[in-house]
């Protein structure tokens, strides 16, 4: 390889770690590393520290694993650091009090049911699982008072949530101040080239570079990823709110979701839930520049963060879907059928069906969307729970679940 495309090539890969992020420390030194890297053929040690208390994950908390998966894909070595010891100290991060330590049991479980949604998304056998108990377990007193050495009580004070709970006299455990030093040790142990993490580990991820250079080793670099927003374009990606994309979701929940994002996160969602690279997203940006219609730009966006999550069959099936659905105004071919007892009866009937199905909360949800006009059959409004149905009948409940009855 040339020194022109040497260069070339940690600028391309620059650029994919950097696309989304919000902030990256030490890029020059990362630069080195990933020149080294390329020239030797040695690949850089990406660490990232895993939080035990298991998410069901979906696309907001899927940010930080696309970006491993794409660093995986330049060929760089993805190590998932599990916190089975730093889990029994608590995490205070952003706390107002300190996070109930777990028992090794709860540990254990969620880093399994963790594991299995990681790796829908990274390759099992490009990823390398540690438990940090591996090291810390097997520290000395004196090498416990050495780390807390290299640390003033000021310094520690300067994370957010503690310097909050000091001014409010919220006790802070003299414990709770290891967790940082802990963390920051993984990334000695490891040593780690870059680590990445949220904007709320900001703290404990820059420690791990102070610590390095302590114990004689090159500083990692830091790597910090936004929050998304949901598809409501306001508030962060929560389950609770409603405004989530899970990715265990089927096709076509996941394709229809994706095109309610709001327009002017169509770029924020391509770099951060998607593998685009930073050329194709050069393109797409021009286009919308040029006054492309942000639909089209959408469908895009929909196609490939489905076929993340399931088959090129199945996506363009989801696809299909919400074209008849969303865009044609039809009734989609392609329906989830609902057994309901009776053979004929009325809107009335199908009601604890759709509770059981999910599709529903309740009886007075579904007498208010009636109200609102947000219960088709065939393709035509439904005004009261009399309404008869029958066999074959295709309900649309509110703006994108449909139901093919089946009586």
């Not at 640390?151 to 101040?177: C, S, Y």
């Not at 076929?307 to 105004?329: I, N, P, V």
């Not at 065939?378 to 009399?386: A, D, K, Q």
Request: hydrophobic share 40%; aromatic share 6%; net charge negative.
């Amino acid at each position: 390889m040339t020194n022109n495309e040497v260069k070339a090539t940690v600028r391309h890969q620059l650029r994919v770690i950097r696309q989304g992020a919000v902030e990256l420390i030490g890029e020059e030194e990362l630069e080195k590393k990933l020149t080294r890297s390329i020239l030797t053929g040695k690949p850089l040690i990406v660490k990232f520290g895993m939080d035990p208390s298991a998410p069901d994950i979906h696309l907001g908390h899927a940010v930080a694993l696309r970006k491993l998966k794409q660093l995986q894909d330049l060929g760089h070595s993805i190590v998932i650091v599990i916190g089975d010891f730093t889990g029994r100290i608590g995490d205070p991060t952003g706390k107002s009090k300190g996070r109930r330590a777990m028992t090794d049991k709860e540990v254990l479980i969620n880093a399994q049911t963790y594991q299995e949604q990681v790796f829908h998304i990274l390759e099992r056998e490009k990823t390398t699982v540690r438990y940090n108990g591996e090291w810390l377990e097997l520290l000395r007193l004196e090498e416990v008072l050495r780390l807390a050495a290299t640390i003033t009580v000021a310094r520690m004070l300067e994370r957010d949530d503690f310097q909050t709970r000091f001014r409010g006299n919220i006790p802070i455990g003299l414990h709770e101040f290891f967790y940082p030093l802990m963390q920051a040790y993984d990334s000695v142990a490891l040593q780690a080239d870059l680590e990445l993490g949220g904007t709320d580990q900001t703290f404990n991820i820059l420690m791990g570079r102070s610590l390095q250079r302590e114990w004689g080793q090159e500083s990692q670099a830091a790597l910090f990823m936004p929050i998304l927003e949901g598809i409501d374009g306001v508030e962060k990606m929560s389950k609770s709110l409603g405004n989530y994309i899970g990715i265990h979701e089927d096709a076509r929940t996941i394709f229809t979701k994706v095109m309610q994002v709001p327009d002017h996160l169509i770029i924020k969602y391509f770099e951060l839930t998607t593998d685009i690279q930073p050329e194709e997203l050069d393109v797409i940006r021009e286009q919308l520049d040029k006054g492309c219609n942000p639909r089209d730009i959408k469908l895009k966006l929909a196609r490939a963060v489905t076929s993340l999550y399931h088959s090129e069959q199945e996506t363009g099936e989801a696809e299909q879907f919400f074209m008849e659905a969303f865009t044609q105004k039809s009734v989609p071919e392609k329906v989830d059928g609902l057994q309901i007892a009776k053979e004929k009866g009325t809107l009335f009937d199908c009601t604890q069906p759709l509770i059981d199905a999910g599709l529903i909360a309740s009886g007075s949800e579904f007498r208010r969307l009636i109200s609102q006009g947000g219960v088709q059959k065939n393709g035509t409004r439904v005004e009261s729970l009399e309404e008869p149905v029958q066999t074959g009948d295709v309900l649309k409940i509110g703006k994108r679940r449909f139901v093919r009855l089946e009586m």
